[in-house]
């Protein structure tokens, strides 16, 4: 009597995870030591469809709009004054350069003359 379905990698038979496929012979579940043929693998066909997003052009900022947005910026904008021309905003990047442990490092670039400096969170 099956009790599971049969799903591509899992045994018919207990539902676990069977070992991983080798070059030649049947595959035996760990659990409960059936031998299956290497088509136990193999899953139904599944079809699936990916849409994509439309183009709209109303949705699109209008080209004063975008024209007032801060040129050149390499990221979200925030306030921070620039150590070497005292503009008060700079854009940001963040990074993990560093163990997964430790902070992120941020990339911060003046939007006026583009100095551009780091920070260890």
């Given amino acids: 009597m099956e009790v599971f379905n049969n799903r591509p990698g899992?045994?018919?038979?207990?539902?676990?995870i069977l070992p991983p496929l080798q070059m030649k012979?049947?595959?035996?579940?760990?659990n409960c030591k059936q031998e299956f043929?290497?088509?136990?693998?193999?899953?139904?066909?599944?079809?699936f469809t990916i849409q994509?997003?439309?183009?709209?052009?109303?949705?699109?900022?209008?080209?004063?709009?975008?024209?007032?947005?801060t040129a050149d910026?390499?990221?979200?904008?925030v306030e921070r004054k620039c150590p070497k021309c005292g503009h008060d905003k700079m854009s940001?990047?963040?990074?993990?350069l560093r163990s997964a442990d430790e902070?992120?490092?941020?990339?911060?670039?003046?939007?006026?003359?583009?100095?551009?400096?780091?920070e260890n969170s």
């Fill in 92 to 96: 940001y990047a963040t990074l993990q």
């Fill in 73 to 77: 910026s390499d990221g979200p904008v």
């Fill in 25 to 30: 012979g049947n595959v035996v579940c760990f």
């Fill in 52 to 69: 994509f997003n439309t183009y709209d052009p109303t949705k699109i900022f209008s080209k004063a709009k975008r024209e007032s947005r």
């Fill in 10 to 16: 899992f045994c018919p038979s207990c539902g676990s």
């Fill in 37 to 47: 043929l290497p088509d136990v693998y193999i899953g139904e066909k599944t079809e």
């Fill in 103 to 118: 902070g992120q490092t941020v990339f911060f670039t003046c939007l006026q003359c583009k100095y551009k400096e780091s």
